[in-house]
């Protein structure tokens, strides 16, 4: 089981993750860039950073 601080950093990275997501496709179709392949790949982008942010987090919090 996750504690809480761990389910707070989570949340906090989907958030922000999520926000860069949007912002990034709203500039994208501004810009005229519609590619498929390009929406279907912010999902999976946006699932590693979290993944990742989470990880990297836990990692800080053995080494301290």
């Not at 993750?17 to 390009?38: D, H, M, P, Q, R």
Request: aromatic residues 10%; positive net charge; proline residues 2%.
């Amino acid at each position: 089981m996750a504690s809480s601080q761990d389910q707070k950093r989570v949340v906090t990275a989907s958030i922000v993750v999520s926000v860069v997501v949007g912002l990034f496709g709203y500039f994208a179709e501004i810009f005229g860039i519609e590619s498929v392949w390009l929406l279907l790949l912010c999902p999976v982008i946006a699932g590693l950073v979290s993944g990742l942010t989470f990880y990297i987090g836990r990692l800080k919090d053995k080494k301290l």
